[in-house]
């Protein structure tokens, strides 16, 4: 038994070792898998923190697009002819929104679609994760909407652009697209000056994709910059109406009506017809959304001979009080005649234009040459862009030949082979009433005015302008006249040309004036396409147009008559000018 006593202390401890490598080992995995751990939390919270809180916000975190607000055109008083109003557009997750349908007659009835429609949208795109619902609702359809609760609509707030003016400014202004991109007239060539830049903010929403928290504001919005333009509504107005009076009356296929303020250049109304409303996009047609006045050209016919005219003076070889013989009343040129309405004999110059004689004109520009003509034009801005800008504007054509027939001179001098657009014709007029200097043509607002280039001799200028005084008190531009105020312009009654040459019995009825001709303020052209009533010559169908927009404008922009209008007892009224006849080659 004391061996045995012995023995047992020799058996515990050889038992302990055993349980001392068990704690040891116990005691290093809790430590290796401390460090690991630890390890792992400073990946996470500091190594990999950026990584993990990304993947995260993915899943919670939306970024929305903040809208900005795109810069409102005024006129150049300050009235709004586009703004930007707010809406809300109304979009959808379709893998949420087909879960409930159950809620989709109200959301159809909110929305003001029928339920097939919204059952067919949102089935037909299950697996899209975004689809248009409706857009461009007021802020209060949009808020019914979002009071649904509906699992997968969500709602982002959007701009609409209003047209105040509608159709009467719709050639100018122009529209814009439903993502208030500028598609047409000044909303689109000012577009990247209007837009801005949309700012963002950020959404935490739940894992039902509602909102759990308020947005925050990550990048502010940077609203578009307003643009003046340099129209005068009230001009504008006007013009409008008296030229749509006109197509109506004269059952005319469109019309055409711009007004250049002479001392600054500026356009201070440009107005056409047939109109369109951007509001209501519904009955928008290609042929009604031309702003003719920049973009269609025409064979400007008699309201081009007082540049030939002017050509002649400058050569040296005329003077204001030169006889021309325009017996037997038309002229020979191969095989080709040049035609007045009736033989006036031998006139002066100032008869030339007073009764539009054809062959009165074309004699001078055949002893002078086309170069001196085509160079004159070129001088006063035909055959080349106003450089306004504005999209789709024309060039016209004006020819440019080595050899030159004579028939192409003198058809030439009264306004055929070549085309322009009736700003040009316009600007051409402009440079008459600022005694031959050339000022750009502006659709902005001038602050400060530019010198202007001498393009044409100040005493010409003078002497043309004179002429065309009497052409409106004695010849063909009679109804013209504004009360009170001297008025100088020309007439122009010019075929229209077809696919086989040009066609009878329809005309591009014409009248380019300045008023007050004796300190010229202001330059108009009306055009009056193919009318197809009874009356067709410009003195009858563009030139009253002319006198009733001339002295509206006179009185809204305060301009003071220089003395009473005489009476002219002794005045004749010319009512049937002469045509340009054109010409067959053979």
Known sequence: MSRERRKAPSRAAAGGQPGKWRLRLVQTMLVVSSLYLGYHIIDLQLLNRHFLQNEGDKRAVRYESVTAHRGVIFDRNGEPLAVSAPVVTIWADPTELIEAQAQWPALAKVLDVPLSWLSQRVEGTKSREFIYLKRQLTPDQGGRVMALKVPGVHATDEQRRYYPAAEVTAHLVGFTNIDESGQEGIELAYNSWLSGEPGER?????RKGQLARQAQLVTSASPGKEL???IDLRLQYMAYRELKKAVELHQAKAGSLVMLDV?????????????????NRADMQASKMRNRVMTDTMEPGSTLKPFAVAAALESGQFRRDSVINTSPGYLTLGRNEVKDSRDYGAIDITTVLRKSSNVGVSKMAL????????????RVGLGQSAG???PGESSGYLPFRDRWSDIEIATLSFGYGLTVTPLQLAQAYMVLGAGGIMRPVSLIKRDVVPDGVRVMDQQVADDIRAMLREVVHGGTGGRAQVEAFEVGGKTGTARKVGANGYIKDRYTSMFAGLVPIDNPRLAIVVVIDDPSGKAYYGGLTA????????????RFLEIEPARAKSERSDSRMVLNEGVNEPVEEG
């Open 388 to 390: 306004t800008g504005f």
């Open 263 to 279: 001392k600054t250049g500026e356009v201070l109304a440009m107005v056409n017809q047939p109109a369109y409303n951007q509001n």
């Open 367 to 378: 002893a002078i040459g086309p170069d001196k003509v085509v160079d004159l034009l070129q």
């Open 228 to 230: 003046m333009l340099s």
């Open 202 to 206: 950020r959404l935490l929403k739940d």
């Open 543 to 554: 030139a009253p147009v002319f006198a009733k927009v001339a002295a509206g404008a006179l």
